[in-house]
Nanobody
């Protein structure tokens, strides 16, 4: 079992930055594909970013490409999401997720992730 706890959310003005962290416990996430998803009020949860077990491969939703960066520190069993140039439309609850499949298989497919955190709120005001 893997437990995931997100932190770092908060309120920020448009153009600002936040760094989300996802701390894993229970077992090492060294071999897991890790992803970030978000869910805005009244909308379905959507893919944000994914990173391979080694950190060598990443992929992003078009809406965040060039502004968000996903990274991981396997020694700390932690995954990060650096969010820059935030926009009001980035307002959502952000979830961290872990998947046992390969990067290519798991990607942005929500059903491929077996473990989820409880989420952290990000609010961007204009």
């Amino acid at each position: 079992q893997v437990q995931l706890v997100e932190s770092g959310g908060g309120s920020v003005q448009a153009g600002g930055s936040l760094r989300l962290s996802c701390a894993a416990s229970g077992r090492t996430i060294t071999t897991y594909t890790m992803g970030w998803f978000r869910q805005a009020p009244g909308k379905e949860r959507e893919f944000v970013a994914v990173i391979s077990w080694s950190g060598g491969s990443t992929n992003y939703a078009d809406s965040v490409k060039g502004r968000f960066t996903i990274s991981r520190d396997n020694a700390k069993n932690t995954v990060y999401l650096q969010m820059n140039s935030l926009k009001p439309e980035d307002t959502a609850v952000y979830y961290c997720a872990a998947g046992v499949g390969s990067f290519a298989y798991t990607g942005g497919r929500e059903s491929s992730y077996g473990y989820w955190g409880q989420g952290t709120q990000v609010t961007v005001s204009s």
